[in-house]
T-cell receptor, first 108, second 116 residues
Framework: EDKVVQSPLSLVVHEGDTVTLNCSYE??????LLWYKQEKKAPTFLFML????IEKKSGRLSSILDKKELFSILNITATQTGDSAVYLC????????FGKGTRLHILP | GAVVSQHPSWVICKSGTSVKIECRSL??????MFWYRQFPKQSLMLMAT?????????EQGVEKDKFLINHASLTLSTLTVTSAHPEDSSFYIC????????????FGSGTRLTVV
C-alpha cells in the first residue's frame, strides 16, 4: 500500500531556532514529492522535488530529496512566528498521496 | 501563474439537499483535478481523481453516487454532494495539475460545507 509518513507530528520551538521536518514514502511509481504549508485554509505550495540530491531553496526554507532512501527533509532556519503552520508532504505517483502533516508552533 | 479558483468558500445547507462546488483553473489547462476532504486537524484525504473528458476514479470508501464529479472541460471541474447529511460537513479542496507538463500542483481555496 502506498504511504507517506511525516515526523514529527508536532513540534514546538522558539523563534530563531532551526527545524527539520521529515517525510518518508513508499509508492509504486514515484513521480515527484511536494511540500505544502497549511495555515487556516487551503495549502500553499512550497516545493516540488523530482531529483535526488538537488536542494531547493526559497528564503529561509530549503528541501532535499533522497530517492534511494525514499525520504525528504524540509529545513526552516531562523524561524519566525509566521512559520507556525501545518507542513504537508505529498508524493505523486498516479495520484497525490498526503502525509498527516507536521504541526509546527513557533514561540515568540 | 497556476491559479485555481474554488467557490463557494463556504456554504450551509439543509440535510437532504445537494450542494455543488466548482473549481476553475484560471491560467492553465487542468488536465487532472483532485478532490480532497479534510476534517478538523486531520490531513487531506483524496476522494477522487478526474481527468478531463472521462469518468472520475474514486478512492476506496468514497460513494460515487453521493459525490458526483464532473470534469467536462480543461478549466472546470465540479463536485456535487448529493442528499447531504451532517456527517458530510467538512472542508473540501480541489487541486489541479495540467499543461505545460506538471504545471500547477495548486490548490483551490477550499469550501467549508456545513450541513444542518
Amino acid at each position: 500500500e502506498d504511504k507517506v509518513v511525516q515526523s514529527p507530528l508536532s513540534l514546538v520551538v522558539h523563534e530563531g531556532d532551526t527545524v527539520t521536518l521529515n517525510c518518508s514514502y513508499e509508492v509504486t511509481n514515484f513521480r515527484s514529492l511536494l511540500w505544502y504549508k497549511q495555515e487556516k485554509k487551503a495549502p500553499t505550495f512550497l516545493f516540488m522535488l523530482t531529483s535526488s540530491g538537488i536542494e531547493k531553496k526559497s528564503g529561509r526554507l530549503s528541501s532535499i530529496l533522497d530517492k534511494k532512501e525514499l525520504f525528504s527533509i524540509l529545513n526552516i532556519t531562523a524561524t519566525q512566528t509566521g512559520d507556525s503552520a501545518v507542513y504537508l508532504c505529498a508524493v505523486r505517483d498516479d495520484k497525490i498521496i498526503f502525509g498527516k502533516g507536521t504541526r509546527l508552533h513557533i514561540l515568540p | 501563474g497556476a491559479v485555481v479558483s474554488q467557490h463557494p468558500s463556504w456554504v450551509i445547507c439543509k440535510s437532504g439537499t445537494s450542494v455543488k462546488i466548482e473549481c476553475r483553473s484560471l491560467d492553465f489547462q487542468a488536465t487532472t483535478m483532485f478532490w480532497y476532504r479534510q476534517f478538523p486537524k486531520q490531513s487531506l484525504m483524496l476522494m477522487a481523481t478526474s481527468n478531463e473528458g472521462s469518468k472520475a476514479t474514486y478512492e476506496q470508501g468514497v460513494e460515487k453516487d453521493k459525490f458526483l464529479i464532473n470534469h467536462a472541460s480543461l478549466t472546470l471541474s465540479t463536485l456535487t454532494v448529493t442528499s447531504a447529511h451532517p456527517e458530510d460537513s467538512s472542508f473540501y479542496i480541489c487541486s489541479a495539475i495540467g499543461t505545460p507538463t506538471n504545471y500547477g500542483y495548486t490548490f483551490g481555496s477550499g469550501t467549508r460545507l456545513t450541513v444542518v
